[in-house]
């Protein structure tokens, strides 16, 4: 093939594409504090979580930590209610549910999540508090960090880095807290007497809080958490997002508040780039949707209190989907993908709910003897050898009477009546004995019962085989 012949190419990006380093050193974002309704709202959502997170393990329940993930004994105390591995299923299916509930706000309302409820966003917010607390507004953290070292620069981020280290610390151990026991835990942690992965976890989550909230803070967002990567696969033409509006804001411009826009040939955009100092994670809400955008509105907020004192309407920057965005006509409220996550949810909610009112707080759990299939008495007859693991799950005391079902003549050889102790585990070994004359097949399937004197719900039906010779 000749020159003549080759196709010349011209590589071609969008003018707002420029290249990127992936090795570029990482700029320091310096945020804005802004107040507003989304702000407020945010507060109301991201405090009681905080409070529910450091109190909860403080909070008794029956003389017990209300919130205890017992790991030793593989048990979990959740306000009253204990649950084994047995139940883990029904953890399996809650967490399912929780999927399904987040993909459902995702389609209505965007990263709703990430921006009010996220762990990640809540304890940045309260790190980037506490920052302004010590060190001041933007301006002056901007021009502290450009300042040679002096007393009061190291006083300051001393006094931030501490208040950091602190309340990592108090995450970590709350956190270890909810496994370990936290009033035990504070004693034994400052007495020395902790054990070495008791310590090994405190630390890990108090500094792994520390770099997290402090020091990589959107780091996190952009690069490590998956759900910025498959957000857009949930959104839809009605999903609502945080936006800008091209259409009445460009083009943008600075004016006096007395000059009339349109004369001017500007939109109402008078290109403060005050939505982009608030954004945490340091974008340009005006370039359109970002997967950077965690819709925590604080670029509302600020745009709306510029409008407010403009005296222009609010709303350049909203909670908004694109087909209004495009002037396609209004947001669909109600649509398949939603009716469809509703019935979904509801359905497993029922079965969830129905789970947990129905649940049997009892265990039992049959071993044949290994062995030896079967015994052969003096008088001919057959025994089979059983250990069974019976448990009882509720916190109340029960008395028991163990009886089989499907063995017809059979005699049990062993204590049929045990009272077990609220959240007790007890092996009891019995021998069924049946003659051979009354059994058809070498393998006869029967079922061994357990049955609470004082429940007839307490209750628990498990099957075995009774083997003899050939």
């Not at 909230?213 to 945080?242: H, K, N």
């Not at 008078?270 to 949707?289: A, H, S, Y």
Request: proline share 4%; aromatic share 14%; charged share 25%.
């Amino acid at each position: 093939m000749s020159d003549k012949d080759l196709i010349d190419l011209k590589e071609v990006a969008p003018a707002e594409v420029g290249e990127v380093d992936l090795y570029q050193r990482r700029e320091r974002i310096y945020t804005r504090k802004v107040e507003g309704f989304f702000q407020k709202v945010r507060l109301y959502t991201g405090w009681p979580l905080l409070l529910g997170y450091y109190l909860m393990p403080w909070l008794t329940w029956d003389g017990r930590q209300a919130i205890l993930f017992d790991l030793p004994e593989r048990k979990f105390h959740i306000l009253g209610l204990t649950f084994w591995p047995q139940d883990f299923p029904m953890l399996a299916f809650l967490l399912i549910i929780a999927a399904y509930m987040l993909f459902a706000v995702t389609t209505f309302a965007g990263r709703i999540w990430c921006g009010y409820t996220c762990p990640q966003t809540v304890w940045t917010t309260m790190f980037m508090w506490w920052e302004q607390k010590t060190e001041g507004s933007r301006n002056q953290r901007m021009k502290l960090d450009k300042a040679p070292m002096s007393m009061e620069k190291f006083r300051k981020k001393c006094l931030k880095h501490s208040g950091w280290l602190f309340i990592g610390f108090a995450t970590g151990v709350t956190f270890v807290g909810y496994f370990y026991g936290i009033r035990e835990l504070l004693v034994d942690l400052f007495a020395g007497t902790a054990g070495a992965w008791a310590y090994f976890w405190t630390q890990f989550f108090t500094f792994a809080t520390y770099i997290n909230a402090g020091w990589m803070r959107e780091q996190v967002c952009m690069y490590m958490c998956p759900y910025a990567r498959f957000q857009s696969v949930m959104f839809d033409q009605d999903t609502l997002i945080v936006s800008y509006d091209k259409v009445r804001g460009e083009a943008r411009g600075s004016r006096k508040k007395t000059a009339d826009p349109k004369e001017l040939g500007l939109g109402d955009c008078i290109d403060c780039e005050l939505c982009v100092q608030v954004c945490p994670t340091g974008i340009d809400i005006r370039n359109g949707l970002q997967y950077e955008c965690i819709g925590c509105a604080l670029c509302i907020d600020a745009c709306d209190s510029v409008m407010e004192k403009m005296d222009y309407d609010k709303g350049l920057v909203r909670y908004t989907s694109e087909r209004e965005l495009n002037g396609e006509g209004k947001t669909h409220w109600l649509r398949p993908r939603i009716i469809g996550y509703v019935v979904v949810l509801a359905v497993m909610f029922g079965a969830f709910g129905y789970n947990m009112l129905y649940r049997v707080p009892l265990e039992l759990t049959i071993i044949r003897d290994r062995n030896q299939l079967f015994v052969t008495t003096d008088t001919g007859a057959i025994d089979n050898i059983y250990t069974l693991q019976l448990a009882n799950m509720s916190p109340e005391m029960h008395e028991f009477t163990l009886s089989i079902d499907g063995l017809e003549n059979a005699e049990i050889i062993g204590d049929r009546m045990h009272t077990l102790d609220g959240e007790e585990i007890r092996s009891i070994s019995l021998r069924v004995r049946m003659m051979p004359e009354d059994l058809d097949k070498p393998s006869t399937a029967f079922n061994f019962e357990a049955q609470a004197s004082d429940r007839e719900d307490l209750r628990i039906v498990h099957e075995t085989r009774f083997v003899k010779p050939l």
